[in-house]
């Protein structure tokens, strides 16, 4: 089996800003919230190192440090963190930034907004928190037309759109083009650059199939498995890679989502080149 390394592919630039502000805390417990990445591989890492991840800021003790994990908080827990007093580490990802920044200024202009994601992952939550409670909406493909007939039906007309960091940028263009046909749009929406260029390599490869590496749980990691145009596995562990039946395949593409470490992939192309 010939087996092709897909570039670019594993860790964006936000996810090496954060880590390495995470390696940088010695000598103290660091609660994170949330998990820093969705990847159990570095998860175990920084838990080897004493960290704690905790799901909201009460299992935070007070005046403890926390970390604020790269898909972004809202601002109602940030004001928390600051009641408690609590030593913040911001590992926010810039683009994820840009876009809290985004629906603050469509929320002062008073417009409904829609924000094309998945309403449970933390990276929404945090987005959805900067607008004011029932003027902001989440949608999918599967829900967007609905939400629109909703807005319709009160006579909006003009509405802002951003998107999710890590959503599939083609279904994102889709969207926002349907929306385009019944209002007046006004949109930061589009993927980030790291999505982008991880989707794209993935859907130029010709080959027999792809193994995409990354956690069930990782948007990127899905959306990298649902845009290619050939088979698509995905494994997070070594063990889910050893189960996949590759006979018949004779080029396969390997590629990581954007928090899957590096020396993992080294180590399933190492073990898939053994393969007879
Ligand atoms: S995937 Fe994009 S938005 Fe998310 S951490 Fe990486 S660069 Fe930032």
Redesign the pocket.
Known sequence: MNVEILSPHGF????VA?LKKAFAVKGRKIYGLHELVHNEIVAERLVARGFVFVETLDEVPDGATVLFS?HGTSPAVRSEAARRNLDVIDAT????AKVHKAVRDFAERGLEIVVIGHADHAEVKGIVGEAPAGKVRTATADTLDAIAEELASRGVESIAVVSQ??MNSDEVAAMVARLKERFNVNTTAEV????KERQDAVKAFDGDAILVLGSARSS?TNRLCEVARVKAFRAGTMDEVRRIDFSGIRRLGVTGG?STPEDFLDEVVLYLRGLK
């Open positions: 964006c630039a936000g996810v954060a790269a990802c810039p683009f994820v960091t890590t980030c650059h790291a999505t990127n954007a």
